[in-house]
């Protein structure tokens, strides 16, 4: 398999990252996970816009060709696509920056320092089986930073969060933070309460996500109540659908949260009916001849 590291396709295997990566000693960095169907990218404008949002406030130039109108992000994943075989189905294309290898000091290093740049391409194994039950998922305290809005690599509570779950048998970990349900270790959180759509503000306090992104505007167009107010755990026993969104999940319904029937303690009608219009979104946005 073939990866890209600072202007280079290497084999994975061949491909190291210098240990003294700003990435690697300080997570110092940002990424991207972008969807990939049939060789094209999913929405990649919304995530070279959201990587220059999250360069910009590390203070980190775009290297050439990342900036949001850029054409390495399709130049070089149409190359990694095709060289590791994920020109049909599902794939996720990996993309991080960091500040680059410099001598260790905890402010920037000398202006100029090429900052580290990798992408790679996986295959995705879409989680349908776990979608059609529902998943389980457990609440665990917000233990993040004040800029959760920005996509870096510093994501132990996120990890710790994650592993949390994995150990109590959970698909997911719901951050709660002041007695609100901000979002996922790694998706979007949604709820249904008295009809209406209900998803945490685009605030500080989550991570903007592509998929909630789409999701709002599909939900819009299919004309549903929806409202950007989170979901505190007071209102948790009025919740009569919960779903998880991300890049790699889709709408992941939430069938079990700490070990309580959600609704009818199965995939919910808006859940069914907003994963299907993603679905439907995401197979028409990539259905042009492949471009490699
Ligand atoms: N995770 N919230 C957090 C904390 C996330 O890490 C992610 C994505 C999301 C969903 O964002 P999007 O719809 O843009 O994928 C929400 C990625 C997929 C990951 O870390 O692998």
């Known amino acids: 398999m073939l ?16 240990v003294d990566d700003r990435g690697f000693l300080f997570g110092d960095g940002v990424y991207e996970v972008t969807r990939a169907r049939n060789g094209r990218l999913f929405e990649p404008g919304r995530h070279l816009r959201r990587l220059g ?10 290297p050439a060709g990342f900036e949001p109108e850029g054409g390495a992000l399709a130049e070089i994943s149409d190359r990694l696509l095709r060289d590791s075989g994920l020109v049909s189905g599902d794939a996720l294309l990996y993309l991080q920056i960091t500040r680059g290898a410099a001598q260790r000091t905890h402010h920037f290093p000398p202006a100029g320092t090429p900052p580290t740049v990798f992408l790679q391409a996986n295959r995705l194994a879409v989680p349908d089986d776990v979608r059609a039950r529902g998943a389980t998922a457990i609440t665990t305290p917000d233990l993040r930073w004040q800029r959760c809005d920005l996509k870096t690599v510093q994501l132990l509570p ?17 951050f709660v933070r002041d007695a609100i349900l901000t979002e996922g270790a790694s998706t979007n959180l949604f ?6 759509l209900r998803t945490h503000p685009a605030t500080e306090r989550i991570l903007p996500g592509i998929t909630r992104e789409v999701i709002l505007e599909l ?12 979901v505190a755990v007071a209102d948790l026993s009025r919740v009569t ?8 999940n889709d709408v992941m319904p939430v069938a079990r949260l700490d ?3 959600v609704g ?13 219009a993603l679905r439907e979104r995401l197979e028409r946005d990539t259905a042009q001849a492949p471009a490699v």
Do not use: W
Request: proline letters at 5%.
């Open 3 to 18: 990866v890209y590291l600072n202007g280079e396709y290497l084999d994975h295997d061949r491909a190291t990252v210098s």
């Open 53 to 62: 949002r999250g360069l910009e406030a590390l203070g980190i130039a775009p």
């Open 158 to 174: 996120n990890v710790l969060a994650k592993q949390q779950a994995v150990a109590a048998g959970a698909f997911e970990a719901v």
């Open 191 to 196: 709820a249904v309460i008295g009809g209406a």
């Open 219 to 230: 939900a819009n167009e299919q004309g549903l109540s929806v409202v950007e107010q989170p």
């Open 241 to 248: 659908e919960l779903f998880l969104t991300s890049t790699s």
């Open 259 to 261: 070990g309580r029937v």
């Open 264 to 276: 009818s303690g199965r995939p919910g009608p808006v859940a069914r009916q907003l994963q299907a």
